[in-house]
Structure formats: structure tokens, C-alpha cells
């Protein structure tokens, strides 16, 4: 198969660690919920259900589903405007998050087929009961991620605005002039301008909201920066001591929580997660996304043509779940790769006769966020088992050190080979390690069996299919196509 010709992408990957959307919303979701828990409870109760098992995966981590939705007297009032997946690993204190987009086509065989955000609005009413449709809702997912989901949370809109309101506001900094003439009107198809000033604000919960959901002039890292401010400002009041020793406000407080959410989570539970929390910081949380640019980090999706939808806009798996599921895995499962895959120099070589390999390959793990800086043809194209080269590195004793990249934990589940530190000396000749920590070169094994990961993009109806002279050329070698 051939490819329409493309240069080799050079945009930033996404970054994993900070800029994405509601990446400590899981922080404060759950210290709603254990208000809320902790007000139905005296303090008899709470003291024999404490240390409560919370539920773990085979890695240890447990999972949860939070769900925002518009809530009673809302426009879509049960329609999932947010949906993420967040992993706890509580041995390391640590949060793994991903985001679910909204317009995610899905395929239910109980409830049919529409966009994901309305996947627990169908589910309540199949079944006309809440708690029955937020279990749906979360064995949907479970499908979709390919991770078990033991928790969920829902919190809606107004209880998010009556929350703020109920703490006394909050304090902002406003990076910059916001204009958004698009913002939607409560309970209408219209829209309504919003707008904020530049500087520290003191801002009430309507505008928090807006604040935090305003996206039409700004990008949707601009909006995730935002709302990760309004989760930390909500951190800083509820521990003030204007908050801690106001009884008023605290009965306030758990009021709105327990008209405006809902949880699986039992109070032993929450007191057990509570205990996990308190070390949780800015960098002990990352946030992943789903999204539909095939050149960055977490780009699975498409779109399709509408006339196929229902005439709707909607988001679809390039070549199925299963990438998804990878990704989910390494998002949630293989967490400690992450400081090092933005930073690891990888370079990927085609061994076989096979045209197209490396390039696919790149665009595949660049999807998992890994930093491909070359690719091109290898020092042969007879060459029989993929192989990993990696540099053996010595301390100032000149003893040998752990070398070998964490990555190669994840990528060695997608493409299988063997690792090896004695680099041929046409790489080490042709300098490719002053640009390269990883040199992946593919082999006939990987390439001609079952397991090689042809990237899906190229088969969607949107790509053409040129002669063999249109491939594209790499930094690597001038003579490569590959």
C-alpha cells in the first residue's frame, strides 16, 4: 500500500503532565463527596467505619468514573458535559486521569447508538433509576477504556456554582482579557456574551463557571489552565480558616454537596481515599487526552462523514478500540514511563523491503505520546528480528548503571524484539546517538507478522493513495524513504 506524501510533524507533542482539561477535578470531586458522605453520618458512625478495603485492579490502583452534567432546570440537564477516568495509585500517591471527548460515537447493545455524552442520559431513562444508570453508564466505559471502573461520582453544574457560592467565592488571576460572545444561555439554544478582566478577581460561582467552561475565543488548553486555577483556588478557601471555623459555611457547603451529587462510594470508603489524599499535589496528578490530531499525543479519533451520523458531528476510533485500550494502559498501568517518554530521543529504522514501515510506526507511537525525532531506512533491508539499541552508561567509578528505558516496557507490548548495547558502528559512525537514546530498528519478525500495527489513518476513505515517488523523505538519510 502507498501513502499520500507528508513531511515528518514537528509540533510540540501535548503535553501529559500539565495543560489538560479538569486535571485536579478528581481532588476536589472526591472532597465534595466526603462532605457529603460525612453529613448523612455522626461521629459514632464514622469512627467504625473507618479504614474501609477500597476496591484495586490487578496493578494495584483504583479507578473511578466522574461524570458533570447540567443538572435539574439545565438545557441537556443529564447529558455528561465532562467525563474522565481517573486512576489512584496509593502507594505512590499518585493520579492518573483521562478524558472522555463528548462527542465520542458509541454503540450500546442495550440503549443503541449516539454520542457518549448522552450515554447515562439513555441509561436513566432504560432504566428510571439513578443509581442503575450511573452502574450502566460506568460497564459502558469499562468497555471503551478497557480498564474495571470500581467508583463513580456525578456532580452537576448548579451544584458546582451553588458550591463557590456557598465557600464565598474564590480568588483568580486572569492571565488575560477574556471575550466570548458564544457562551450558551441557560435553558435556550442562544448565546450570551461573557467577559473578565485581566488581573486578580474575586469571582462568584456563575462566573466561575463561565470561566471555566468558556472556550469559543480561547483553545482548549487555555480552558484546561483555567479550570485547573478554579480547582486550586477552591483547594485554598476550603482550607482557610475563614472556611474551617465557620460553621454557617460549613453546613452550607455540605448542603449543596448532598442536593447536587452522587456516589458509589461508601463513607469507610471515602475516609480510607481521604487518608491517600493528603499528600496529593499539582505534579502528583497527570491528565491524558482523547482527541482527534493523528500528530499528537492521544489523537485515536476521527471524524466521519455526517451523512453516516445522523448528520451529527461526531468522534470515531481509527482502526477500533483496541488503540484506546493501549493507551488507557499505558495511561493507567505504566504510569512511570511517563517523565521519560516526553524526553526519550527515539529514532525508528526500517530493516525490511516492506516501504512505509518506519513512518507508520512513528505516527503510531507519537499517538502514545513517545518523542520520535528521525526515522528512515536502516543499515539493511534483510534484517530478520527487530531490535531496541540503546547506550550502555557508566558512573564516575566507571561501573555499569541500570541504562535501559522504561519505555521499552510499553512499546516491546506493541512491537516485539530484543534489546541489545552493542550498536552497529554504521550508527555510531553516522552520529544517529547524538540525536537518538533509542534506536528501534524494525525486522521482519515484527513487520510480516499478526502483531504489526498498521496505522489506521491511512485506510480511512480521507487519505489518498499515491504512486510509490510521492513517500516521504526523512531527516534521517536523503536517500530514504522509509
Not at 476496591?55 to 474522565?84: A, C, Q, R, V, W
Not at 462523514?305 to 451529527?312: F, G, Q, T
Not at 503510531?364 to 539499541?389: K, M, V
Request: glycine share 6%.
Amino acid at each position: 500500500m502507498q501513502f499520500e506524501k507528508r513531511r515528518i510533524n514537528k509540533k510540540k507533542t501535548v503535553t501529559i503532565t500539565t495543560g489538560a482539561l479538569l486535571s485536579t477535578a478528581v481532588i476536589a470531586v472526591l472532597v465534595f463527596t466526603i462532605i457529603k458522605v460525612i453529613s448523612f453520618f455522626d461521629v459514632g458512625v464514622l469512627l467504625q467505619a473507618a479504614g474501609d478495603k477500597i476496591k484495586k485492579d490487578p496493578y494495584g490502583h483504583t479507578n473511578f468514573l466522574i461524570l458533570g452534567t447540567g443538572g435539574e432546570n439545565h438545557d441537556g440537564g443529564d447529558l455528561t458535559d465532562s467525563m474522565i477516568i481517573a486512576s489512584m495509585d496509593t502507594d505512590n500517591q499518585f493520579v492518573s486521569m483521562l478524558s472522555i471527548p463528548r462527542d465520542l460515537w458509541v454503540k450500546s447493545d442495550t440503549l443503541g447508538s449516539f454520542k457518549i455524552n448522552e450515554l447515562y442520559f439513555q441509561a436513566n431513562r432504560h432504566y428510571e433509576d439513578e443509581t442503575l444508570a450511573l452502574n450502566h453508564t460506568k460497564e459502558e466505559i469499562e468497555n471503551i477504556i478497557g480498564v474495571p471502573i470500581h467508583y463513580w461520582i456525578k456532580v452537576d453544574f448548579k451544584g458546582f456554582k451553588e458550591f463557590i457560592d456557598a465557600i464565598g467565592g474564590i480568588e483568580v488571576d486572569v492571565k488575560a482579557d477574556i471575550y466570548d460572545p458564544f457562551y450558551p444561555k441557560d435553558g435556550t439554544i442562544l448565546f450570551e456574551p461573557f467577559t473578565i478582566k485581566k488581573g486578580l478577581q474575586h469571582i462568584d460561582g456563575e462566573t466561575a463557571l463561565k470561566y471555566a467552561r468558556s472556550r469559543k475565543t480561547t483553545s482548549d488548553f487555555d480552558r484546561a489552565r483555567r479550570q485547573q486555577e478554579i480547582i486550586f483556588a477552591i483547594k485554598e478557601k476550603l482550607l482557610s480558616a475563614s472556611s474551617i471555623f465557620n460553621i454557617d459555611r460549613i453546613n452550607n457547603i455540605m448542603n449543596t454537596i448532598r442536593d447536587n451529587s452522587a456516589t458509589n462510594i461508601t463513607a469507610g470508603e471515602i475516609l480510607t481515599l481521604a487518608s491517600y489524599m493528603k499528600g496529593l499535589t499539582s505534579e502528583s496528578i497527570s491528565h491524558h487526552l482523547i482527541h482527534d490530531d493523528q500528530y499528537q499525543c492521544g489523537g485515536f479519533l476521527y471524524t466521519p462523514r455526517r451523512d453516516l451520523y445522523n448528520n451529527l458531528f461526531v468522534l470515531v476510533p481509527a482502526g477500533g478500540f483496541d488503540y484506546i485500550h493501549q493507551y488507557a494502559n499505558l495511561t493507567f498501568n505504566l504510569q512511570y514511563i511517563e517523565p521519560e517518554a516526553q524526553e526519550l530521543r527515539i529514532q525508528i529504522l526500517n530493516g525490511s523491503k516492506k516501504g512505509g514501515v518506519a513512518v507508520e510506526t512513528k505516527q503510531i507511537l507519537q499517538r502514545y505520546c513517545f518523542n520520535i525525532t528521525r526515522f528512515g531506512n536502516a543499515r539493511t533491508q534483510d534484517l530478520e528480528t527487530t531490535t531496541y539499541y540503546y547506550q550502555q552508561k557508566f558512573d564516575e567509578a566507571g561501573k555499569e548503571i541500570d541504562s535501559r528505558p522504561k519505555s521499552l516496557d510499553f512499546i516491546k507490548q506493541l512491537i516485539p524484539g530484543v534489546e541489545s548495547t552493542e550498536i552497529p558502528q554504521e550508527y555510531i559512525d553516522l552520529g544517529y546517538f547524538e540525536t537518538s537514546d533509542l534506536i528501534i530498528e524494525l525486522g521482519a519478525n515484527y513487520i510480516n507478522s499478526p502483531q504489526y500495527w498498521e496505522d489506521p489513518f491511512y485506510n480511512l476513505p480521507i487519505y489518498i493513495a499515491p504512486s510509490a515517488s510521492t513517500e516521504e523523505t526523512t531527516t534521517t538519510n536523503d536517500n530514504t524513504t522509509e
